[in-house]
């Protein structure tokens, strides 16, 4: 028995973005299990704009870019065994990563983060937070960028080692 049948993964399109469908299609393969792709087209955020005129336009291109995303992640696993579902959904992304995994009957998400901390965190809110403090399945974060904050140990190697000593 496996212990993953179908993993979600989140994807926004963005390049960063790609080391969280990689790592979502590597753990699917390895489980043998099938991998949704959700896009969450996140229409509160231009909603009262005063656009009201242009949003037809504006609703096409969310849903194009929406439709790239998702068939990046479809791209990325020919070749494999790993089976692809797509989803595109309109709403909170938080809200609607956890109704899609619920509802898709999914064991695992795996999502990006973009490993704010502090009053970045607080200002700015965190999808990756939301989804793991209201999923009733596991919640793999991987961090997204290439600077990856160094540990505390790595930057004083005198500390580690006077606190494994004593």
Do not use: F, N
């Not at 179908?6 to 963005?14: E, K």
């Not at 989804?131 to 005198?158: H, I, K, N, Q």
Request: net charge negative.
């Amino acid at each position: 028995m496996a212990l993953y049948d179908r993993v979600l993964v989140p994807t926004d399109g963005s390049p960063k973005g790609k080391r969280a469908v990689e790592h979502a299609l590597a753990l699917a393969a390895v489980h043998d299990a099938a991998v949704h792709a959700l896009y969450v087209v996140d229409t509160a955020s231009y909603a009262g704009t005063g656009m009201e005129a242009t949003w037809t336009g504006i609703d096409e291109m969310l849903r194009e870019d929406a439709d790239e995303a998702v068939a990046q992640v479809a791209a990325l696993a020919e070749g494999t065994d790993v089976a692809v579902e797509t989803s595109v959904v309109e709403g909170s992304p938080g809200r609607e990563i956890v109704r899609h995994a619920t509802d898709a009957g999914c064991d695992l998400i795996v999502m990006g983060t973009h490993g704010r901390g502090g009053i970045d965190r607080l200002l700015l809110g965190s999808v990756a937070e939301r989804v793991v403090r209201r999923s009733p399945v596991p919640v793999l974060t991987v961090r997204l960028g290439e600077e990856a904050e160094p540990t505390r140990a790595a930057e004083e190697p005198e500390a580690a080692e006077t606190a494994e000593d004593g």
